[in-house]
């Protein structure tokens, strides 16, 4: 798929999903801690578990830290992988605390190549949760990718690159920096519905007169 024929499909799909900021007026910390949260999770069960945290205790550095282990534990297991997830949560609320930021706006206001480093030193933090960070919460320009765009980039053959920071860079020459943001999200809401991993569902695709996949299945109609 060339530059000009996905920069088409891009627009039918943010026409379609209409992607909105999720984070917009949630805290910093709050935010970090979802992104973590909804690693091998759904966006249903992220937020009933968010949810259920923020009503027994604030989302703040200080109260996480604070917490038992056991009955954060406890409220996040839903989300599966608690016995990854809360140590991460718990050690970077502790930084902060420590490095007297809470409010993370040493992250949030420095430039966007040392605020990536800065939030990649934390624990637990990889260069995708880096990424949605600093696009959804400091505005920066930055292209997250997860595994069904990963997974979108392969089907129509965008890069060639076997790791993150390859295959980002070459997405990058795709999406236009204004949609990076909205971007991003409407290929992930298409890569969950429709252009799923075993059997992508070409029947309903929206943009199936310019998909290139080789795994692209006929329609019934045709």
């Known amino acids: 798929m060339d530059v000009r024929t996905f920069r088409r499909v891009l627009r039918v799909l943010l026409d379609r999903y209409k992607?909105?900021?999720?984070?917009?007026?949630r805290?910093?910390?709050e935010v970090l801690m979802s992104i973590i949260v909804s690693q091998n999770s759904t966006d249903l069960v992220t937020e009933r578990v968010m949810n259920a945290l923020t009503s027994q205790v604030p989302p703040t550095p200080t109260a996480i830290a604070g917490m038992r282990a056991e009955k954060l534990a406890r409220i996040l297991r839903p989300a599966?992988?608690?016995?990854?997830?809360?140590?991460k949560i718990r050690e970077i609320a502790r930084v902060l605390v420590e490095r007297g930021d809470e409010e993370m706006d040493a992250f949030a206001t420095a430039r966007p190549s040392p605020a990536r480093r800065m939030l990649l030193e934390?624990?637990?933090?990889?260069?995708?949760?880096?990424?949605?960070?600093?696009?959804?919460?400091?505005?920066?320009?930055?292209?997250?990718?997860?595994?069904?765009?990963t997974r979108l980039v392969r089907r129509w053959h965008l890069s060639s690159g076997k790791d993150y920071e390859r295959i980002n860079a070459d997405l990058r020459r795709y999406v236009p920096r204004e949609n990076r943001q909205a971007g991003h999200l409407a290929l992930i809401y298409f890569g969950r519905e429709i252009c799923q991993a075993r059997t992508p569902r070409c029947e309903a695709c929206p943009v199936y007169d310019d998909c290139d996949a080789e795994d692209k299945r006929p329609r019934k109609d045709s």
């Open 122 to 149: 934390l624990p637990g933090v990889g260069p995708k949760t880096a990424d949605v960070w600093l696009s959804l919460v400091a505005g920066r320009d930055t292209m997250p990718m997860d595994t069904h765009i």
């Open 27 to 29: 805290g910093r910390f």
């Open 19 to 25: 992607p909105r900021n999720w984070a917009a007026g």
């Open 80 to 87: 599966g992988l608690s016995r990854q997830k809360v140590p």
